[in-house]
């Protein structure tokens, strides 16, 4: 197990674009996981978003990826796992702490086209900011 005392998210990633065969389905799926995790969804033409996670439709389809999702506690995780499995998702390990370092308590479940989906809350810890905004400067 590592120790690990400081984690930093929202400094490597700028997005990720998952392209998928079946839209609504997805949609469905992700409306439904960012709703149990407090985030909102927006729609585009052909396409939706989330923070960092845009989702289109296309050939070929981007493939097996795993994504996983900050939560704010154990309970959140837990109602990810839920609405995950209610709206078209597949079991792919139940809520549980995991020994990636202490206090790592995650769910995973497969979304519509396979993709390993997470939801992960690392146990107690004090936030420097509730998210990166960023603001276009004239």
């Known amino acids: 197990m590592v120790e690990q005392r400081e984690w930093h998210r929202g400094r490597l990633i700028d997005h990720i674009q998952l392209v998928v065969s079946d839209l609504p389905a997805c949609r469905l799926f992700y409306g439904a996981i960012f709703k149990a995790l407090g985030v909102p969804v927006s729609d585009g033409e052909g396409a939706f978003f989330c923070d960092e996670l845009f989702v289109s439709a296309g050939t070929p389809t981007t493939g097996r990826t795993h994504l996983a999702f900050q939560a704010a506690?154990?309970?959140?995780?837990?109602?990810?796992?839920?609405?995950?499995?209610?709206?078209?998702?597949?079991?792919?390990?139940?809520?549980?702490?995991?020994?990636?370092?202490?206090?790592?308590?995650?769910?995973f479940v497969l979304d519509p086209e396979g993709n390993?989906?997470?939801?992960?809350?690392?146990?107690?810890?004090r936030r420097s900011a509730p998210s990166v905004v960023m603001s276009a400067s004239n």
């Not at 390993?116 to 810890?125: C, S, T």
Request: proline content about 7%; hydrophobic content about 35%; overall charge negative.
């Open 116 to 125: 390993n989906i997470e939801a992960v809350y690392h146990g107690p810890h």
């Open 73 to 107: 506690n154990e309970a959140t995780v837990r109602r990810f796992y839920a609405a995950a499995l209610a709206a078209g998702g597949r079991d792919n390990d139940e809520p549980g702490l995991r020994d990636h370092h202490p206090g790592y308590y995650a769910a």
